[in-house]
């Protein structure tokens, strides 16, 4: 079995700051990819943020410059630096981690996170 938890949201003024935390566990082999995806109430889920076993990271646009996204591989724990945050920041975060949890098994498979909500008042 594998378990993301997540931690670290809460309520910011909007221009504060806050960082979010998702560590992997269980039967892990390897994690390719791991990566926040929020969703605001009635719209859908959509990416954040991704980062690859090697460091490469991508954004979506509307966090570019504000949100940092950075992975601890020995701890199998991802993290998510959000600063000059805006009420439009404001959704359910979740964590995604792309892995084998077997050395045999062919393919990736996606787990998600339980979600944290993320607040921010104007």
């Known amino acids: 079995q594998v378990q993301l938890v997540e931690s670290g949201g809460g309520l910011v003024q909007a221009g504060g700051s806050l960082r979010l935390s998702c560590a992997a566990s269980g039967s892990i082999f390897s994690i390719k990819v791991m990566g926040w995806y929020r969703q605001a109430p009635g719209k859908q889920r959509e990416l954040v943020a991704t980062?690859?076993?090697?460091?490469?990271?991508n954004y979506v646009d509307s966090v570019k410059g504000r949100f940092t996204i950075s992975r601890d591989n020995a701890q199998n724990t991802v993290y998510l630096q959000m600063d000059s945050l805006k009420p439009a920041d404001t959704a359910v975060y979740y964590c995604k981690a792309s892995m084998r949890s077997k050395w045999y098994d062919r393919d990736d498979r996606d787990y998600w996170g339980q979600g944290t909500q993320v607040s921010v008042s104007s």
């Open positions: 980062i690859n076993s090697g460091g490469t990271t």
